[in-house]
């Protein structure tokens, strides 16, 4: 029911665009989020937002290179994120959830990850 894509390889301080197609049901009360996980490393946080309200959160590790938007027409959430360091290589995972304060693991919906790698 989400479908994350637009991982690949990219040079240090470039740019990629994530996308995270949701069909099956409607999310408009649930929030969609980004997750990353490095390897030998635990999956964190990234960015979410609020379907329908569109508040946007994000990790402080992205704040100001990172903009998560959705476009309700194609049911799908963006994550561009730019001036792309090494540290951000991992690999990419969205999920949604009605809840809030949900633990990085309960979350409802996931989708299959997207590996982003940048090259230092």
């Known amino acids: 029911q989400l479908q994350a894509s637009g991982g690949g390889l990219v040079q240090a301080g470039g740019s990629l665009r994530l996308s995270c197609a949701a069909s099956?049901?409607?999310?408009?009360?649930?929030?969609v989020g980004w997750f990353r996980q490095a390897p030998g490393k635990e999956r964190e946080f990234v960015a979410a937002i609020h379907w329908s309200r569109g508040s946007a959160y994000y990790a402080d590790s992205v704040k100001g290179r990172f903009t998560i938007s959705r476009d309700n027409a194609k049911n799908t959430v963006y994550l561009q994120m730019n001036s792309l360091k090494s540290e951000d290589t991992a690999v990419y995972y969205c999920a949604a959830d009605a809840r809030s304060g949900v633990q990085i693991m309960d979350w409802h919906y996931w989708g299959k990850g997207t590996q982003v790698t940048v090259s230092s």
């Open positions: 099956g049901r409607t999310f408009n009360t649930y929030t």
